[in-house]
Structure formats: C-alpha cells, structure tokens
C-alpha cells in the first residue's frame, strides 16, 4: 500500500462519551462488519472489559474510506496504563478526540490529548451525542477550544448512535490527518505497542511499521529483548484476522512469532530484520515499573499451588504485574504482587477470582518506600511493611509522589480541596476551564491516593469529577511502621507503613475493630497497636467460656457429639496467634477498607 493512502489514528474519550459506539458506526459505515454480524461493542472483547465498560486491551482494525486505509487503534481508557497509551499513539499520526456534547471534557481524556499534542499528533475533535436534549455543543466546544487551542469552527458534531456526522468525521479524518512517512527502502524498523497471549498460537503482538518490509517467513530481532524469532505471520484485522505476505511502512497488523511469554514482545519494543538489522531501534521503549503492592492469599490454604499456576498463566498474558512468594504468619502461605495502579490491582484480582475459580484473600494495597540506612550510602526499596528495617537503622524514608489533575463542576471545589488536604496534597494549580467547571492540580503521596481517594472523589462529587495523575518522584516524610498485637503477639497482615499524623487514628480504628470481629475466648486478650515498641492504643476482649453443651440439656448423646465436631470442624478455619483464636472473616473484614 502506497503510505500517501494510509490514516492511522486512535480515538480519544472518557469512558461513557461514546467512543466504542463510535466505532461500531464506522465499521458498518466501512462495511467492514456484515450488518447480521453486527453486535454492539464489537472490539471489546474481554468479559470484564464489557462488564466495566472500559478497554483493557488495545485492538487494532483496518477499514477503507473512499481509496484510503484507516488503522483505527484502541488505547487503553484508563491512566494505569498510561504507558501503554502512549505506545498506541506512537503508531498513530492523528487522533479523534470524541467528547460527550452534554458533559464536556474530563482529566483523563486531556491527558491523553497532552500526550498525543507531546507525540505531535493531529487532533481531530468530535462532540458526540448531539442528538441528546441535553447536548449543549457550543457550550463545550468553547471550553475545548480554551484548553486545547483547537479552533471551536473545526470541532465536528457527530451522534454516534444515529451516525448523524459520521461520514464527515471520516473525510475530516483523511483530510487532516497526515499519512506515515516512512520509506520502504529504509532498514526495517517496526514497533509493537500491544501483545496479549492465545492459548493456541501465543504471543499475538498489535505492530506498525515505521521503516522498510516486514515478511512473513523471515527471521526477525526484537532489538531491546535481544531476541530472535521467526515470522510465523503476519496480517491484518479487518476485523476478522487475514494473513498477508508483508507489511510495509505506515501499515498496521498483527505479529505471530512462536512467543510463549507477553514479557519477551513488549509494548515499545522494536522488531527489525535479523539479517539486515537498522542501527538503532525507535525511541521511547520503557519497562513498566509497578507502583502499588499487596499480598495475595488464598483463603483456603490448599489452593497455594492453584493460585501459583493462575499466576503463572496470567502472567503470561500480562507482563506488568509482578509476583513473588511469600509467608505471613497470619495468612499462611500467598504471594506479594505489584500492579501499575489501582484498577489494575482490580483487574488481576478479579480475573484471578473469576477466571481461574479462586478466592482470595488481599492484604491492604502498599507503595514503594525508598530507605536510607544509617552510615550506608544506598537505599532499599521497601513495599512490604515487614521488610521495614529496624527504626534505629533508618536515616530517613521517602515516598512516591503523584501530580493528580482533577475537573470538577465548580460547586465541589470546596469539598475536593478539603479531600486533598486531609490526604497531605499540595495545591499547585486551579483555573476554571468554562464558567462553571474547574481544574485542579495538586501534588500528594501515593500512599493517599490507593486508599479509596477515588471513590471519595466520586462520591463527594456524584460522580462528576473526574481524575488523572502520573508519577512525580520522591520526597522525605514522617513515615512510621504500625504493628498491631494480639496477646503480645504482633499480626503481620495488620502492619502498616504510615505518616506519624495518622498513625494514633488508624491504630485506634483497627484495635476497635478487631476487638468486634474476633470472639472472645476463654481469658482476656489485649489488642494493642504500637509505634516501634511503644503501644499507642488498646482494646481488650473480655474472656468467656464457649461452652457449645449449654444448648444440650438431657442426655441426648449423639446430639452432643455433633455439636463437638461441628465446632472442630469450625476450629479448622481458624488462625491461632499468641494463642488466640481468630477466624479467618475476622482477617478478612478487618482488611476490608472502610
Ligand atoms: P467505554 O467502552 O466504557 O470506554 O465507553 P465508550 O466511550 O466506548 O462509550 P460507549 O460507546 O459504550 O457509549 C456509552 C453510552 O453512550 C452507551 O449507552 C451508548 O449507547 C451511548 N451513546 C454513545 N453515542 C451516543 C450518541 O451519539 N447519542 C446517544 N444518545 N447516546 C450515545
């Protein structure tokens, strides 16, 4: 294919403002899809993807417009993946920005369009849903037009559901949009920005090619892995998976090459041809680093090795998460896991739960502290409250830092700015984006943001805020670790890692949970949380005698012995530490976040 005939573009949208239905329009409208085939949603595929509404994993389609080719490209909606969405819009030369005409613009989705204006990408915006009463396209084309500096006489207005301005999006699509630029002459350089895992041909890889020929049946380098494979396939959705014989510059496909593991054809990675290698491979590769950590359990313990296989498979299908063994005294034997956010830590767990049939049990999300020892030059990385140093070693502790951008209707300014300060934030900028809606920026810990600052903000805001953030580095603080001690005895799974101001709060909330949730037993026992040593809150259970016979009178013998067993059997659940006791609920309400 000539490169002057190709658009290659991704669309931009918040969740909701209507890029998938989008894209079901101009499927039909390319007649890429038989309308008997038609369902709604046809590129998502994932069930928790149609469930959540939101796209996990980057699909990629081929259709034709009037003698041009135009590789639509799916980014990922959600910031966790915020590397993965700018490897899409790597292989793009434009993008569609769709915004919802009665909602206006939301955090993520600028982000993303800073990302694709750093990328120098062509914009192309489309207020979507005009045909709803509530639509008010002047209104918002304005506020685009302020934020964005896209002139507000070139913002489309399309409705997705009916297809009204469909059409027109398109020709503006291979009117505005620049084609690739790439020479097949040049030495093959062709990058993959998403790959996920079959169970019958492995590793499928989503590819552009930047410079030269990829061909099917050659051996090919992946120049940052420095590994070296042979071309199994290559070819294009259209949607339906069609094998061709090569793929030269600008176009889009997709790679098979014997991969076992997602791990070796990463996101950013660079494949060139073995034999004619180019000098140096594209710009930007990056290893995606986790952010937040917990532990794993399975809460029956005969399920570890299922859970250690579940690991194993998803891992191959998902190189971003991490996992290694590890032992707490109170849940037994479970994994310690790292994730790039939140949703994400979501994601694995509820696949693990869902696709691999398991029920776990989660320890509370952490972050990566970095260490300074007493008298040692380096640091350690500390995500796991027990691997804490002792105090008396530590010089100093730093934490990460987030720069979250938030867009709120004005009215919540007030509510969200008392939520930010109470989570340690710095307010470092607001401005009003349109009459009645506000953007705020502020910098905070992490650690601030992965206990439930998202819910909060959508429920101090009915949900009409809406947040982006992106790392912003470390910086010291008053960071204690927390124990909480049950007879004397410290729990594992209750330690935290916490700054001082909140500690006497947080041990106080959990000793009066604990003191709810676990039964009493046959003496007292104190629950005391502790700062190095010294106890700054205490709870006692009182002591009872669980005597299951009262319930028993006369002499029915058989009776008894039921209840015996029943309550042995009941015994098996249960956890003893410091010769207390606890049942396995206990552990896993007590961990729940309130
Ligand atoms: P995610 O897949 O969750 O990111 O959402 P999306 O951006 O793909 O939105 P989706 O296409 O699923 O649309 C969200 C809702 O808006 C659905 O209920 C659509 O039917 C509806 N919708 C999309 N476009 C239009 C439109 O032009 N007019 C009206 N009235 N509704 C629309």
Redesign the pocket.
């Known amino acids: 294919i000539d490169p002057k005939q190709i658009r290659n573009l991704s669309i931009i949208?918040?969740?909701?403002?209507?890029?998938?239905?989008?894209s079901d329009r101009i499927l039909e409208l390319t007649k890429a899809v038989d309308p008997r085939e038609m369902r709604e949603?046809y590129l998502?595929s994932m069930d928790i993807e149609r469930e959540r509404?939101?796209?996990i994993k980057a699909q990629n389609v081929r259709v034709s417009w009037k003698d041009h080719v135009i590789h639509l490209i799916d980014t990922p909606?959600h910031v966790d993946f915020g590397y993965e969405v700018s490897r899409s819009l790597a292989a793009c030369e434009g993008v569609v920005l769709?915004v919802d005409a009665s909602q206006g613009i939301e955090a993520q989705t600028l982000a993303n369009c800073y990302l694709a204006i750093e990328h120098n990408l062509e914009i192309v915006a489309a207020l979507?849903?005009?045909?709803?009463p509530a639509a008010d396209p002047d209104r918002y084309a304005a506020e685009i037009d302020k934020i964005l500096g896209i002139d507000k006489d070139s913002i489309l207005r399309?409705?997705?559901?009916?297809g009204e301005g469909v059409p027109e999006l398109l020709d503006a699509i291979v009117e505005r949009i620049p084609s690739p630029s790439g020479s097949t002459d040049a030495k093959t350089q062709a990058l993959i920005f998403d790959s996920y895992y079959d169970q019958y041909r492995g590793v499928v890889s989503s590819i552009r090619v930047v410079n030269g020929v990829l061909r099917s049946g050659t051996k090919i380098k992946f120049m940052q892995a420095q590994a070296v494979h042979e071309v199994e396939e290559i070819g294009v959705r259209l949607p339906a998976t069609t094998p061709v014989s090569e793929l030269g510059p600008g176009e889009v496909g997709y790679l098979i090459a014997g991969i076992k593991d997602v791990g070796e054809a990463r996101s950013g990675e660079t494949v060139t041809d073995f034999n004619d290698p180019a000098p140096a491979p594209l710009a930007g590769y990056r290893d995606p680093k986790p952010m937040v950590f917990c532990g794993l359990y399975p809460v029956d313990g005969d399920e570890f090795s299922d859970l250690r296989d579940a690991l194993t498979k998803l891992k191959l299908n998902d190189a971003s998460f991490t996992y290694e063994p590890e032992t707490s005294q109170a849940l037994g034997f479970g994994f310690r896991c790292g994730f790039l956010g939140l949703l994400h830590m979501e994601i694995v767990r509820e696949r693990l739960e869902r696709e691999f049939n398991l029920n776990l049990i989660a320890t509370a999300p952490s972050v990566k502290y970095l260490v300074y020892l007493n008298g040692k030059p380096d640091t350690v990385e500390v995500d796991n409250p027990s691997e804490l140093p002792p105090v008396s070693n530590i010089a100093k502790i730093e934490e990460p830092y987030l720069k979250i951008s938030i867009i709120t209707p004005a009215e919540y300014v007030g509510t969200l700015m008392e939520l930010s300060q109470q989570r340690r934030g710095i307010m470092q900028k607001m401005e009003y984006i349109s009459p009645d809606r506000v953007e705020m920026v502020y910098r905070i810990p992490l650690a601030e943001v992965v206990v439930d600052f998202f819910d909060q903000l959508k429920s101090r805001t009915k949900g009409y805020a809406s947040l982006d953030y992106e790392a912003d580095g470390y910086q010291e603080a008053e960071l204690v670790k927390l124990d909480v001690l049950l007879n004397g005895v410290p729990v594992d799974a209750f330690s935290c890692i916490i700054h001082r101001s909140k500690a006497y709060d947080h041990g106080r909330k959990m000793a009066q949970k604990l003191r709810e949730l676990i039964p009493r037993q046959l003496f007292d026992v104190p629950i005391q949380a502790s700062i190095g040593g010294k106890v700054i809150a205490r709870e006692t259970i009182k002591a009872r005698r669980k005597d299951v016979l009262a319930k028993c009178y006369g002499g029915d013998i058989s009776r008894k012995r039921k209840l015996l067993e029943k309550q042995k059997e009941g015994k098996k659940k249960m956890k003893s530490i410091g010769r207390v006791e606890i049942p396995q609920e206990a552990f896993i309400s007590a961990l729940k976040l309130d």
């Open positions: 949208a918040h969740i909701d403002h209507g890029k998938s239905t989008l949603q998502d509404g939101i796209t909606g769709v979507n849903k005009i045909d709803l399309i409705s997705a559901k009916t």
